[in-house]
């Protein structure tokens, strides 16, 4: 596309909880050049959409591309040449849900992304962390309790998660290492999780010095740490080092949120990845420990999810899904319109999304400037949010960067 005109459009971005009456808007060279009402400018190409819903391409804030399998150490432990085409695939999958911008929270390395960006997969647009960092004994550390054995075989496989990294020289040189590697953000792990065998919500065990140390090697290079975080005492703990997100915050208290909102901390909630394994039970992989710990946090996100809402943090869209189970990433939208607003729950995936992101003005918003990246949807998110769900069966059209990824609009 090198000059496009679509007419017609009701643009859904989630600021409103208004349809809005339709406009026109330009793409040009993978941006959009224009957007008002009765465009006179003529393209090389015009669509007429007769007033259907556009929306901005949707951002996920919160994946693990390379985590083929719900068991995350089975997944460590595969040839990286196996988890590169399984996980090219789940991408391309998650593109065809209109998700054209995914962060990963803990796994993809640089070479996945410089595939993506050089375009030799069809996949949303990639964000990384490189691997998450952990501690002995904290979330990631896969190994059973009696095992102390060396991690290091797995730990810069792509299938890994995260890698273990104790005290302060350790800390450094990892953030460095994956900055280095092509991460654009760093994720620590600063709780205990529903997943490892040994670590307990509320395990605070990254020390504090260790904690700042991230923080400070992140900032050196002009980038921010996010954090995985349930419980109340380890977000403030975290926030204290300075952290600048919350992966998750399931357990946050009320003084918590309004300090976050007060503060300028964003928080990622990821329901739906609760509502799976609370779902599938055992058929998901999950230990009894694990589905046990799933258990004291599910309905507690959902209330935070309003809470956050209702304090006005800046809340980013998140699944969380390991292995099949990214199937259900398109969910995460009806499980949080059952608490906010339908148009709160879209916005958590677009101008939210870009905030969390650090990409506002090019990212989730259709405006001058902005990379061109938008869906069509058959019908009206505001009223009905399940034509998001599924697996893209209602959105015709998915543009990224100004080319079409999907096209099957019937005008």
Avoid at 27 to 51: C, P, Y
Avoid at 172 to 197: H, L, N, Q
Avoid at 212 to 233: M, P
Wanted: with cysteine; hydrophobic share 40%.
């Amino acid at each position: 596309m090198a000059l496009t005109v679509f007419k017609n459009a009701r643009i859904v971005d989630g600021t409103s909880p208004d349809l809005p009456d339709p406009v026109d808007f330009v793409v040009e060279n993978g941006r959009f050049a224009e957007v008002q009402t009765a465009s006179k400018v003529t393209g090389d190409d015009e669509v007429d959409l007769k007033g259907a819903t556009v929306m901005p391409g949707l951002i996920d804030c919160h994946v693990h591309v390379s985590v083929v399998s719900q068991d995350a150490r089975h997944s460590a432990e595969l040839p990286s040449s196996l988890i590169a085409f399984q996980a090219a695939e789940r991408m391309k999958r998650m593109l065809m849900r209109g998700f054209t911008t995914v962060r990963d929270a803990g796994g993809a390395d640089g070479g996945l992304k410089r595939a993506v960006s050089e375009g030799w997969i069809d996949a949303p647009r990639l964000i990384i962390s490189g691997k998450a960092l952990a501690q002995t004994g904290g979330h990631t550390d896969f190994r059973p309790p009696y095992h102390f054995g060396s991690t290091a075989h797995y730990e810069r496989n792509l299938g890994s998660m995260g890698r273990l990294c104790d005290g302060d020289a350790e800390v450094r040189r990892a953030t460095r290492e994956e900055i280095k590697g092509g991460a654009d953000f760093i994720k620590v792990m600063a709780d205990g999780g529903v997943a490892s065998p040994a670590d307990p919500i509320g395990y605070l065990v990254f020390s504090l010095d260790e904690l700042k140390a991230i923080v400070e090697v992140a900032k050196g290079f002009g980038t921010y740490v996010a954090a995985h975080l349930y419980d109340d005492t380890a977000i403030n703990r975290a926030i204290d080092c300075g952290i600048e997100c919350v992966e998750h915050g399931n357990l946050a208290k009320d003084a918590t949120i309004s300090r976050m909102a007060r503060e300028g901390i964003r928080v990622v909630p990821t329901n739906v990845t609760y509502d799976v394994i609370s779902r599938m039970g055992a058929a998901s992989g999950v230990t009894p420990a694990g589905l046990e710990r799933c258990e004291s946090v599910r309905e507690a996100g959902l209330e935070r999810t309003r809470k956050f809402y209702e304090a006005g943090v800046v809340a980013g869209y998140g699944s969380d899904l390991l292995g099949p189970l990214e199937a259900s990433q398109s969910d995460e939208f009806a499980l949080r319109a059952r608490v906010i607003p339908p148009h709160a729950a879209i916005r958590a995936a677009t101008v939210d999304a870009a905030k969390v992101l650090r990409r506002e003005g090019e990212l989730g918003e259709i405006s001058p400037g902005a990379l061109a990246d938008f869906i069509v949807v058959d019908g009206n998110p505001l009223e009905d949010i399940s034509v998001l769900t599924g697996q893209g069966e209602r959105i015709p059209l998915i543009v990224q960067g100004g080319v079409a990824k999907k096209n099957s609009l019937a005008i």
